[in-house]
């Protein structure tokens, strides 16, 4: 998003830029080609932007679920790892009643 704005305000600098040129440098020489390229250029700004978020929220929701699916795997590892330690547990309580030593 960073480089997307300054993209922008480079993009705007040489619109304004080329406006006042194709101006003569007043207000006086504004016609209805420059008003139809001012909302030419919003249009299309609105629509890149448009996609961009659309893409880039996307992409949040995407890595959200991946987190939420990694921390659900780590909790279920951990609760398999506690049953194995005590079936574990049970198993050698159970080798020393069946063989008590003498």
């Known amino acids: 998003m960073k480089s997307l704005s300054i993209t922008g305000l480079i993009l705007l600098a040489v619109s304004a830029l080329l406006f006042y040129l194709t101006t003569d440098f007043t207000v006086g020489g504004i016609t209805i080609s420059h008003m139809m390229g001012v909302m ?4 299309i700004g609105l629509i890149i932007g448009g996609m961009v978020g659309y893409v880039s ?3 949040a929701i995407k890595a959200e679920e991946k987190k939420r699916e990694f921390k ?3 909790q ?3 609760e398999l790892e506690k049953q194995a330690a005590d079936i574990a547990r049970r198993e050698a309580e159970l ?3 069946q ?3 003498i």
């Open 40 to 43: 030419g250029g919003v249009g």
């Open 76 to 78: 279920e590892k951990e």
């Open 57 to 59: 929220k996307g992409s």
């Open 99 to 101: 063989n008590p030593q």
């Open 72 to 74: 659900r795997l780590q």
């Open 95 to 97: 080798q020393q009643n």
